[in-house]
C-alpha cells in the first residue's frame, strides 16, 4: 500500500470504530479480516495508526477547541493527529490526500485551515488541563484524583503508552529457560519479567502465532500483573479450585499449569462462546484437569449445590477496565457495557454468592483490572463487614510461597500499576475462610 492508501484505510476503520458498538480491537480484527489482500506490514501500520488516534483521543479534540472550533471527523481527527503527533508538515499531509487511487481524497477548504492552524505546534500545550493531558475522562478523574493526590498526573501518564507485550511459560511444557531459547531460534528476543517467575517480555509485535513455541503450547500471551493474580491463588495439585469468571481462560490456564494437571479446576462464565475458546486454549496447552461450567448467572443453582466444597475460588471480577487503559485505550471513552454503579452492585453480587464456594480453611481470591477503590480495597470492606468468617491474607506475606520473587510491597493487597510496577492495573486480595462456615 501506498502511504495515502494507509491513511484512507486507517480514515475507514477509525469511522468502523466510532459506529460499531463494540471493542475497538475487536472492530480492527474484523476489518482486516474482510481484507486479506492487505499484507500484514500494511495492518501493522494501519493498526498503529487508528491506536495512535484513540490514545490521543482527548489531547486532538482539545486542539480542535484551541484552533478555533473546526468540526470532527475520521478525517480530520487523523489530519490533526499526523501534524500534532507525528510531525508531518501540512503541504506534506496534502499531498498523500490527493484524491488519487486508494487515496484520501483532496483537502477540503476547511481543512486546509486547521492544517495550517495546527502546523507548528506539537500535541502537548501548556494551557492543556492535567486530565485532558493524561487522557482521563471526567467519570474517572475525580476517584482517582482523591485516591491518587500528587501522584494523580504520574501514574495516569503512564496509561498513554502501549503496553509491552508479555508471555508466560507453560510449565507443563518446559521451563522459562527453555520458551526464551525457543524464541530466540525464531529471531524473537526475549527477556525476564521482573515480578512473574514464569513471565517472559518480548520486544515489539513479532508474529508469535506462528511460532513453534506458541502452537506446542510453551507459551502464551499474558500481561505479567495477571500472571500473579494466578499465582497468588496458590492452587496446590491435588486442589479443587473454581474460576468464577474465567472469560477465555487466561489466568485458568495459569492456575492449572500450577497444578501440574493434578486435581480439578472448574472455569465457570456467563457467556458459553467465551468458554469455548478457553476449552482450545486448554488443549493446545495440554492441561486436561480443566472443565468449563456455563452459568446463568452468579446465582446460578450449581453454586448452591457445590457449597463448601473447594480449595480455592478465583473471581476475577468484571469492572471498568481503567488498569488496562493502555491495551485498550478507547474504553475510556465509549460505554460498551455496565457503568461504576452498576459494575459496583455486580461485583459485590458475584463476591457474595462465589463465596459460598469456599470450604473452611479455603481461599477466596478477588481481582480486578481496575485503578479505582470503589471497585477494590470498598469492595473487601463491605464483604469482610457481611461475611466475619473471612479474613485477610495479607500478600505481602504469602508472595514469598506463592510467588517466589522479591515482593513489590504493597502490603495486604496486591495493587499494581504501570507507573510504579511496568504491568497493568491490577488488584487483589487473598481472603481465607475460617474453620466452620455461617
Known amino acids: 500500500m501506498t502511504p495515502g492508501a494507509r491513511l484512507q484505510a486507517a480514515i475507514e476503520l477509525l469511522d468502523e470504530v466510532e459506529v460499531t458498538p463494540r471493542p475497538a480491537d475487536a472492530v480492527i480484527s474484523a476489518f482486516f479480516r474482510a481484507r486479506r489482500f492487505i499484507g500484514a506490514k500494511d495492518r501493522a501500520a494501519v493498526a498503529e495508526t487508528v491506536y495512535g488516534v484513540l490514545r490521543r483521543h482527548a489531547r486532538l479534540r482539545w486542539w480542535f477547541q484551541h484552533a478555533g472550533g473546526f468540526p470532527i471527523t475520521a478525517r480530520t481527527l487523523l489530519i490533526a493527529d499526523q501534524i500534532l503527533a507525528q510531525g508531518r508538515p501540512a503541504d506534506h499531509l496534502d ?26 505546534h506539537t500535541l502537548d500545550h501548556p494551557d492543556m488541563p492535567d486530565d485532558v493531558a493524561v487522557e482521563c475522562p471526567e467519570w474517572a478523574s475525580g476517584l482517582l484524583r482523591e485516591f491518587y493526590g500528587d501522584r494523580f498526573v504520574t501514574e495516569l501518564a503512564a496509561l498513554l503508552d502501549p503496553a509491552p507485550l508479555d508471555l508466560r511459560t507453560n510449565t507443563v511444557k518446559g521451563d522459562r529457560d527453555a520458551a526464551i531459547a525457543a524464541l530466540a531460534a525464531g529471531g524473537i528476543e526475549g527477556e525476564v519479567t521482573r515480578w512473574s517467575p514464569f513471565g517472559i517480555r518480548v520486544h515489539g509485535r513479532p508474529p508469535l502465532a506462528s511460532t513453534d513455541a506458541f502452537k506446542n ?162 469492595q473487601i470492606d463491605a464483604f469482610l463487614a457481611a461475611h466475619p468468617d473471612f479474613t485477610v491474607k495479607p500478600v505481602d506475606e504469602l508472595w514469598p510461597t506463592a510467588v517466589g520473587t522479591a515482593s513489590p510491597g504493597t502490603g ?6 504501570p507507573a510504579r510496577h511496568g504491568t497493568d492495573g491490577f488488584f487483589a486480595a487473598v481472603l481465607e475462610r475460617g474453620s466452620a462456615m455461617e
Request: glycine fraction near 10%; include cysteine.
Open 95 to 120: 499531498k498523500l490526500f490527493s484524491g488519487g487511487r486508494f487515496a484520501p481524497e483532496q483537502f477540503s477548504q476547511n481543512e486546509i485551515r486547521l492544517a495550517n492552524k495546527l502546523e507548528g
Open 217 to 378: 503450547g510453551l507459551i502464551e500471551i499474558q500481561d505479567e500483573g495477571s500472571q500473579l493474580i494466578g499465582l497468588l491463588t496458590d492452587a496446590q495439585p491435588g486442589h479443587q479450585v473454581v474460576d468464577f469468571c474465567s472469560g477465555a481462560g487466561g489466568k485458568a490456564l495459569a492456575i492449572a499449569a500450577g497444578m501440574n494437571n493434578k486435581g480439578r479446576l472448574v472455569a465457570c462464565d456467563v457467556l458459553e462462546k467465551r468458554l469455548k475458546r478457553a476449552a482450545e486454549r486448554l488443549r493446545r496447552a495440554g492441561l486436561h484437569n480443566v472443565e468449563t461450567r456455563p452459568l446463568s448467572s452468579e446465582r446460578d443453582p450449581w453454586v448452591k449445590r457445590h457449597k463448601g466444597k473447594f480449595d480455592r475460588v478465583l473471581v476475577d471480577a468484571p469492572c471498568t477496565g481503567t488498569g488496562t487503559w493502555r491495551r485498550n485505550p478507547d474504553s475510556r471513552w465509549r460505554l460498551l457495557g455496565p457503568g461504576l454503579e452498576e459494575l459496583l452492585k455486580l461485583q459485590h453480587s458475584i463476591l457474595d454468592s462465589a463465596s459460598r464456594l469456599v470450604k473452611p480453611g479455603g481461599r477466596l481470591i478477588f481481582a480486578t483490572c481496575s485503578l479505582l477503590p470503589q471497585e477494590n480495597e470498598h
Open 412 to 417: 495486604n493487597y496486591m495493587r499494581l500499576s
